[in-house]
T-cell receptor
Framework: AQTVTQSQPEMSVQEAETVTLSCTYDTSESDYYLFWYKQPPSRQMILVIRQEAYKQQNATENRFSVNFQKAAKSFSLKISDSQLGDAAMYFCAYRGSSVTSGTYKYIFGTGTRLKVLA | AAGVIQSPRHLIKEKRETATLKCYPIPRHDTVYWYQQGPGQDPQFLISFYEKMQSDKGSIPDRFSAQQFSDYHSELNMSSLELGDSALYFC???????????FGPGTRLTVT
């Protein structure tokens, strides 16, 4: 069974600095998708970034980028130029390919709470 | 752009009562997911539907049932409510081929 592990329950970053949130996963599948979701105090779940396992190039969305290491099964999120509005819970999520696994389920990590210090 | 709509946003029920949560996915999305999130916890997958058929089942109690209707909206029915059912219930939708899952604002259920 697939698992997602976020080993950092909480992280802090100074405003305008860069922070990296860690995520590792375990799977026997070769085709899958990885995501980072942000959950601010409003508790709305917001998709931040996605990465397809078959793509070697790391995904980037403005100040957010990932370091995807397929062999190591690692998927970290880097937030550059941190802003106060980035303060939230960040969840890493895995989704296998429905074609090969027949499942549509997303598996979430336990989350990392990011604090941004002014 | 249209988002996932959930109703009601807040619901207060007593123990042993029944609750029905509704979800309206993003137009043209073919997959709906239900999650339960307790305080300080990650979202726990309950159940999903692809093209109105149940596609995956997670940790959904037998007291809960769900279905997806012909217009693609989905309902989560919860019976014999317990105090432990108090949580935020999210609905999410996606196009199965794009894999991006979008969440609704959630329904906060309080069981007293």
């Amino acid at each position: 069974a697939q698992t997602v592990t976020q080993s950092q329950p909480e992280m802090s970053v100074q405003e305008a600095e860069t922070v990296t949130l860690s995520c590792t996963y375990d799977t026997s599948e070769s085709d899958y998708y990885l995501f980072w979701y942000k959950q601010p105090p409003s508790r709305q779940m917001i998709l931040v970034i996605r990465q397809e396992a078959y793509k070697q190039q790391n995904a980037t969305e403005n100040r957010f980028s990932v370091n995807f290491q397929k062999a190591a099964k690692s998927f970290s999120l880097k937030i550059s130029d941190s802003q106060l509005g980035d303060a939230a819970m960040y969840f890493c999520a895995y989704r296998g390919s429905s074609v090969t696994s027949g499942t549509y389920k997303y598996i979430f990590g336990t989350g990392t709470r990011l604090k941004v210090l002014a | 752009a249209a988002g996932v709509i959930q109703s009601p946003r807040h619901l207060i029920k007593e123990k042993r009562e029944t609750a029905t949560l509704k979800c309206y996915p993003i137009p043209r999305h073919d997959t709906v997911y239900w999650y339960q999130q307790g305080p300080g916890q990650d979202p726990q997958f309950l159940i999903s539907f692809y093209e109105k058929m149940q596609s995956d089942k997670g940790s959904i109690p037998d007291r809960f049932s769900a279905q997806q209707f012909s217009d693609y909206h989905s309902e989560l029915n919860m019976s014999s409510l317990e105090l432990g059912d108090s949580a935020l219930y999210f609905c999410a939708s996606s196009l199965v081929m794009t894999y991006e899952q979008y969440f609704g604002p959630g329904t906060r259920l309080t069981v007293t």
